[in-house]
């Protein structure tokens, strides 16, 4: 892993400022700049204390790509630029729900009716006549970006060998596809996944069948199959999925599941006051730390956890995290504290581009959802900015570059119920960065030493505007650094 140098750094927070409208000022209320009260002094300094170290692979940091959102610009150097500053690891293609009737050889979706299935699509007309995104114009963009993809393959509407062409596909143009994941959320909710796959054995049979054969024809490759929520029971439970799968025989060719841990945020009001948004970040650590725990009881030893989908639950008529500084705050927490789970090794955030209110990028037509003034606003943006989360995660992404390993940084706290903590990361080259989060509302100071960027804000400012955000670029001076409350820093040695 190469060192994150000082120039890399001015150009991460010049493509934020640059992505989010700079810092300071009022969110669409025309006033001016926004005073921001000097911090309360934090106490002693404290000192990290490192846990056991754990390796994680150098696409660990990734994002869902839907492809259907960017259709008509994927020659746009601004949605390039946009993606090469969150620093992904990978981006899984084609995203999610429209792998289920996705043709390579078309470029897009293909059309219903399906062979042997009931329903139509759940797309447009418009939607599905899009085509043209074949694996040569997707293959460009992601050199452009300079990253890998993951594939996910159609195993509802095409058969194992046009899979296999696709990969060899983009193998001739000399993208490196080396993870594959079977299906995407096969929980027998509609009637074309429960027509495919009767039973968890049915699919399970697939897998088993599939997943050798990939390997043997393809070569070079990591495979999970797609499992259920592990926390509520949606047409067929998490055990029974497991227990087919190893009925069925197909952990002998798979390396893990992949699973899609989405947090509901009912009943929880996180933009009411700093307190409820610690609260917020908490509880969605605490859920996280319940549903892996539950994955990892099931997985069989040696087996990896890839998380190929996470967010929040939301209604965009009605968003709770909005596009607010601590929605994208608690993405980054999340992320992190999946490290804390030695079998996950892949953190795939849904989504680049598409919902308003918790993407990674502002969408192709310029408008955003901003809860900042207490209820939901459109604002305009510019198209592929940084939203919240992209500038969060993409602090992660440089941090975990290139793989490595990495250790817990405990602040002495109990991180599910106050969520500050941290990671030190060492590549196979450079000096450790070390990444920080304080979701809380106090100041903190932590012995470090080093370059630093650090982000830091109300957590109710806007996700989108960047109003009311600071941030910064410095060296540590003597040997502790400040931790602002709702901020995250990221510290190179």
């Known amino acids: 892993m190469r060192k994150l140098g000082w120039t890399r750094l001015a150009l991460l927070v010049a493509l934020g400022i640059a992505g989010c409208g700079g810092g300071g000022g009022a969110s669409g209320s025309g006033q001016g700049p926004a005073v921001t009260p000097p911090p309360a002094e934090p106490a002693a300094a404290i000192t990290p204390v490192e846990g056991p170290a754990r390796s994680f692979p150098a696409d660990y940091s990734s994002f869902n790509f839907n492809l259907l959102r960017v259709s008509a610009h994927m020659d746009s150097p601004a949605l390039a630029q946009g993606l090469r500053g969150l620093n992904p690891g990978g981006l899984r293609i084609p995203g999610g729900t429209p792998g289920e009737t996705w043709s390579w050889s078309r470029g897009g979706l293909r059309p219903s009716p399906y062979p042997g299935l009931p329903e139509g699509s759940a797309y447009s007309p418009e939607v599905q006549a899009i085509s043209g ?27 194992l060998q046009e899979n296999i062409s696709d990969i060899r596909a983009f193998r001739a143009l000399g993208q490196p ?67 087919a799968l190893n009925r069925a025989g197909a ?30 970040v908490s509880a969605m650590i605490r859920h996280d730390d319940d549903f892996l725990t539950r994955v990892a009881q099931r997985l069989p030893t040696g087996k990896a956890i890839w998380i190929t989908e996470w967010n929040v639950v939301e209604t965009q008529s009605d968003p709770v995290t909005g596009g607010s500084w601590i929605g994208g705050l608690g993405a980054l927490a999340r992320a992190m504290n999946f490290l804390d789970h030695p079998a996950v090794n892949l953190s795939v955030f849904h989504v680049v581009i598409g919902e308003r209110q918790w993407s990674a990028l502002v969408g192709s037509d310029g408008r955003a959802v901003d ?30 570059r290139g793989g490595g390993t990495a250790r817990r940084l405990s602040l002495g706290q109990d991180e599910a119920s106050k969520p500050l903590f941290g990671y030190r990361f060492q590549g196979a080259s450079g000096g450790p960065r070390s990444l920080y989060l304080n979701a809380t509302p106090g100041a903190v100071r932590v012995r470090a030493s080093g370059r630093a960027v650090q982000l830091s804000g109300p957590h109710d400012a806007s996700g989108f505007s960047g109003a009311g955000w600071v941030r910064r670029e410095f060296t540590v001076t003597g040997d502790a650094v400040d931790l602002p409350a709702f901020s995250v820093t990221l510290v190179v040695q």
């Open 371 to 400: 809860y900042s003034g207490g209820r939901p606003t459109v604002i305009a943006a510019p198209p592929f900015a940084l939203t919240a989360y992209g500038q969060t995660l993409a602090l992660l992404g440089e941090a975990v």
């Open 133 to 159: 995104l074949t694996p040569t114009v997707v293959d460009r963009l992601l050199d452009q970006v300079g990253t890998p993809a993951l594939f996910t393959a159609n195993v509802l509407t095409a058969d």
């Open 177 to 243: 596809i080396s993870r594959v994941e079977l299906g995407n959320e096969e929980y027998f909710r509609f009637p074309n996944p429960r027509t495919r796959f009767p039973t968890a054995d049915d699919y399970a049979a697939t897998v088993a069948a599939w997943a050798p054969q990939l390997r043997s024809e393809v070569g070079n490759l990591s495979i999970a199959a797609i499992a259920p929520h592990a926390l509520r029971n949606v047409g067929v439970s998490y055990d029974d999925w497991m227990s």
């Open 251 to 280: 952990w002998a060719s798979l390396d893990g599941i992949a699973v899609h841990p989405y947090f509901a945020v009912e009943g929880l009001t996180p933009l009411a006051s700093p307190a409820n948004a610690e609260a917020f």
